[in-house]
């Protein structure tokens, strides 16, 4: 197993930079999120084969939004909960949940209320928080459903906790998330530029998490029976320029840098950047920028201890002796 996140050097995570970077891009990231709702599409495909009826559900890092429709159509007995750390991405996803909420009234008004009620609760439910430290009780939710936002904390070995938390015992986590080659293209177009302008060299992508690691931070955080799985999807692009904005819309680098480039930097090394990535150009024209993306799914385990450090035994495990060889 490669080192956790805390040896290996990876920045701290600094919610009040996320918070700006996302407030900031509010306004475009629809633009680009054509990535994000086919990864949950995806997800929901993986949820045909989990048996699992909440009655509440958490979208950790909702965004705009845009997922929460259809956890509704999946769980329509469920009450479906957003949270988001952008102030700015709520407002969005407010205003939409709102405008559902105001179609969904014209028909329900015509049912029984108890019938109603049957369909779940709707309208605005979203909460601005952090996701690795939420504002919910422990055991709030029988789902926590996370698309593509995990690599935004540079521990996720912290954030598994706080998800285990407030989920029910064999509540189900799934999620999705950014692995090793994600943008590997533009990772090494940054360093031959650096490289050839003698400048030192600094990070421009996210250091992505493992599988493997992650599927072990799961355990280790009190979750039982992880399936993990992944693909490489790829995605083409005219121009350098039209692959550099997408990055930038889509939150670009999170953490703090080292503030050691000269004024006269930045020009050189977009213009470097550019040549770099030129470099690569397929012989259809495109230029490719690859994302590694991870799934994964898990259930809450039921505690082996109580908080008193007393052991707890199961009904269906008393009786049971240890497993023998034959």
């Not at 054509?34 to 084969?49: C, G, N, P, S, V």
């Not at 014209?106 to 601005?128: D, E, N, V």
């Amino acid at each position: 197993m490669s080192p956790t996140p805390a040896k290996s050097g990876r920045p701290a995570y600094d919610p009040r930079r996320l918070r700006e970077i996302f407030d900031r891009r509010a306004g475009t990231f629809d633009d680009v999120a054509f990535l994000t709702r086919e990864i949950a599409q995806r997800m929901r495909e993986r949820l045909d084969y989990i048996v699992v009826a909440p009655t509440r559900a958490l979208d950790a890092a909702c965004g705009t939004g845009a997922d929460l429709p259809g956890l509704r159509t999946r769980f329509p007995e469920a009450s479906v909960l957003g949270v988001d750390i952008s102030s700015a991405m709520l407002v969005r996803a407010n205003a939409a949940e709102s405008a559902d909420a105001q179609a969904d009234a014209g028909w329900r008004r015509f049912l029984p209320a108890t019938l109603s009620k049957a369909f779940g609760a709707r309208g605005p439910q979203l909460a601005q928080a952090d996701f690795s430290a939420l504002p919910f009780s422990a055991g709030a939710f029988e789902l926590l459903w996370s698309n593509l936002a995990l690599h935004w904390h540079s521990r996720p070995d912290l954030v598994f906790p706080e998800w285990q938390r407030v989920l029910k015992v064999n509540g189900l986590l799934m999620f999705s998330t950014f692995g090793p080659d994600t943008l590997r293209e533009l990772t090494r177009a940054y360093r031959e530029a650096e490289a050839s302008l003698g400048i030192a060299l600094q990070p421009h992508t996210i250091d992505f998490v493992d599988m493997h690691d992650l599927g072990d931070m799961l355990v280790e955080s009190g979750f039982e029976i992880p399936v993990m799985d992944q693909e490489v999807l790829t995605i083409t692009y005219r121009s350098p320029e039209s692959l550099l904005n997408d990055v930038r819309r889509w939150g670009a680098y999170p953490f703090e840098r080292a503030a050691n480039e000269r004024p006269t930097d930045a020009e050189a090394l977009r213009s470097a950047v550019h040549t770099a990535l030129e470099a690569i150009r397929r012989d259809d024209g495109t230029i490719p920028l690859t994302f590694e993306v991870i799934y994964g799914h898990a259930w809450k385990a039921v505690p082996r201890m109580t908080a008193e450090g007393h052991g707890i035994v199961r009904l269906e495990d008393i009786g049971r002796g240890p497993k023998k060889d034959r």
